[in-house]
């Protein structure tokens, strides 16, 4: 079975990640649409919106761009720890992102 999940560790990984998503869609842009903080933690609410114009590379192989824009829902949750983070969650409709870019049939 492949792993959808991906774990990503360290600063450098994560600018690394984000910079594949910025190929995959160079407009992509975040929407934070609510906010929620309990001791430590922080939870934004986002929608993310963009045009697939370069290739995404995923865990089954690489997708060519569609030329497709998608808004997708998500949740970021952040976990604090002397005023840097220590944990970032970050989960999106990845089902409605692939849909709308004709990946997968809705």
């Known amino acids: ?8 560790e360290g600063v450098g990984d994560i ?14 842009k975040g929407n934070v649409t609510n906010a929620f ?8 609410e986002a ?3 963009g045009t697939h114009t370069g290739p995404l590379v995923g865990p089954t192989g ?3 761009a569609t030329g497709k824009q998608q808004t997708s829902r998500g949740c970021w949750v ?6 840097k983070i220590k944990e970032s969650r970050h ?16």
């Open 37 to 44: 903080v309990t001791g430590n933690t922080v939870v934004l």
């Open 47 to 49: 929608t993310w919106q």
């Open 15 to 28: 600018i690394s990640c984000w910079q594949v998503w910025k190929v995959t869609m160079p407009d992509v």
């Open 1 to 8: 079975m492949t792993k959808l999940a991906r774990r990503v």
């Open 78 to 83: 952040l976990n604090f720890d002397g005023g």
């Open 62 to 64: 690489t997708v060519p």
């Open 91 to 106: 989960y999106f409709d990845m089902l409605s992102f692939m849909q709308q870019l004709g990946i997968l049939p809705q």
